[in-house]
Nanobody
């Protein structure tokens, strides 16, 4: 069993930055691939970024060059550095853990956090 807790969300003006954290707990949490998803009102939860156990990262096209995913194995924590934020980035951001290789499909993830709200004003 893996427990995930996001933090770091908030309100920011367009062009600003935020850094989200996802703390993972559980005896095997370091063995999981991790991902970030987001869900805006009236929309499905969508892929943002993912990182493998070895640190290989992938991104959704709209965030490439602006967002950076990373993980600290010693701390069992994953991060999402978000720069040059846009109003369309406004959503609840969720972290997730996957027993297998990281994928873009939310259906493949086994554990989810509760989410943290990110609001970007224009």
């Amino acid at each position: 069993q893996v427990q995930l807790q996001e933090s770091g969300g908030g309100f920011v003006q367009a062009g600003g930055s935020l850094k989200l954290s996802c703390a993972a707990s559980g005896p095997t949490s370091s063995r999981y691939s991790m991902g970030w998803f987001r869900q805006a009102p009236g929309h499905e939860r969508q892929f943002v970024a993912a990182i493998s156990r070895s640190g290989s990262a992938s991104y959704e096209d709209s965030v490439k060059g602006r967002f950076t995913i990373s993980r600290d194995g010693a701390e069992n924590t994953m991060y999402l550095q978000m720069n040059s934020l846009k109003p369309e980035d406004t959503a609840v951001y969720f972290c997730a853990a996957d027993k297998g290789i990281p994928t873009r499909s939310r259906l493949n993830y086994d554990y989810w956090g509760q989410g943290t709200q990110v609001t970007v004003s224009s």
